[in-house]
């Protein structure tokens, strides 16, 4: 059963955003959530002028909590599961703007974006083996093949709960700042994108997404770089700057 409001679409000055909005429930994800946010997805997606997403939630605690708890062992499906590998896989650059903490679920939130610039005391605590938990597949492969090993069994083996410094030591966070400076930090990655060739942008963060996951090829690389290079874009912009 959903409580409180359901996530919130803003689309404005070339970004999306999603919001998060139950703070006083630690911005938990309820069961009807992933369809809703899959719903924002689609549209964003029919949004030619969107050229950055962004994910954040309301309050100063907490960014996200996970899937409700009370559900985890009642409602298997894949929802939830989806929900995360859209966003992982949207063709335009995602941020996370961590408010406040992440835990459970919510940690892979974060980690299915691009970017995740936090906010300066910020943790990550990841519960699945106190509750006897596997976690899913998808959650899996990606803090092992964004964080590596290593962070990846802290994280899921101990139980333990990391402090926003060691965040972004392991490459969790992208960039640490304090609070007062997010929403200004943000700003600067939706301008600097909006800057820039959106097809080159689009076509680079899918050929890194597939060298990640050891899905690549030189011969599609080449194909890349070398259509870029006939474009009549990339002409222009040429021209522009040899013209400066």
Same mark, same amino acid.
């Given at each position: 059963?959903?409580?409180?409001?359901? =996530?919130? $679409?803003?689309?404005?000055?070339?970004?999306?955003?999603?919001?998060?909005?139950?703070?006083?429930?630690?911005?938990?994800?309820?069961? &009807? &959530?992933?369809?809703?946010?899959?719903?924002? /997805?689609?549209? /964003?997606?029919?949004?030619?002028?969107?050229?950055?997403?962004?994910?954040?939630?309301?309050?100063?605690?907490?960014?996200?909590?996970?899937?409700?708890?009370?559900?985890?062992?009642?409602?298997?499906?894949?929802?939830?599961?989806?929900?995360?590998?859209?966003?992982?896989?949207?063709?335009? =650059? *995602?941020?996370?703007?961590?408010?406040? +903490?992440?835990?459970?679920?919510?940690?892979?939130?974060?980690?299915?974006?691009?970017?995740?610039?936090?906010?300066?005391?910020?943790? $990550?605590?990841?519960?699945?083996?106190?509750?006897?938990?596997?976690?899913y597949p998808g959650g899996l492969r990606r803090f092992v093949?964004?964080?590596?090993?290593?962070?990846?069994?802290?994280?899921?083996?101990?139980?333990? *709960?990391?402090?926003?410094?060691?965040?972004?030591?392991?490459?969790?966070?992208?960039?640490?700042?304090? %609070?007062?400076?997010? $929403?200004?930090?943000?700003?600067?990655?939706?301008? +600097? /994108?909006?800057?820039?060739?959106?097809?080159?942008?689009r076509s680079m963060k899918a050929h890194i997404n597939a060298?990640?996951?050891?899905?690549?090829?030189?011969?599609?690389?080449?194909?890349?770089?070398?259509?870029?290079?006939?474009? %009549?874009?990339?002409?222009?912009?040429?021209?522009?700057?040899?013209?400066?």
């Amino acid at each position: 059963m959903t409580s409180g409001h359901a =996530p919130h $679409l803003e689309i404005a000055e070339h970004a999306a955003t999603i919001t998060l909005r139950r703070p006083g429930q630690h911005n938990r994800i309820d069961p &009807d &959530d992933p369809a809703a946010i899959m719903d924002h /997805i689609a549209t /964003i997606r029919a949004t030619p002028s969107v050229r950055l997403l962004v994910l954040t939630a309301e309050g100063e605690r907490t960014f996200c909590s996970g899937y409700t708890l009370g559900q985890i062992g009642t409602r298997l499906d894949r929802s939830l599961e989806d929900m995360l590998d859209a966003i992982e896989s949207l063709e335009i =650059p *995602t941020l996370c703007a961590l408010n406040g +903490s992440a835990y459970g679920g919510g940690t892979d939130l974060a980690l299915a974006c691009d970017f995740r610039i936090g906010v300066r005391g910020c943790r $990550l605590f990841m519960p699945a083996a106190r509750f006897g938990l596997h976690y899913y597949p998808g959650g899996l492969r990606r803090f092992v093949t964004r964080l590596g090993c290593s962070a990846a069994k802290k994280i899921f083996l101990t139980g333990m *709960t990391l402090e926003s410094e060691e965040l972004l030591r392991t490459g969790f966070l992208t960039e640490l700042v304090e %609070r007062e400076a997010l $929403l200004t930090r943000v700003a600067e990655y939706r301008d +600097s /994108i909006a800057l820039c060739e959106a097809q080159a942008v689009r076509s680079m963060k899918a050929h890194i997404n597939a060298i990640s996951a050891g899905e690549w090829d030189e011969a599609s690389g080449r194909a890349a770089y070398e259509a870029s290079l006939r474009s %009549r874009e990339t002409e222009r912009r040429l021209a522009e700057l040899a013209a400066r």
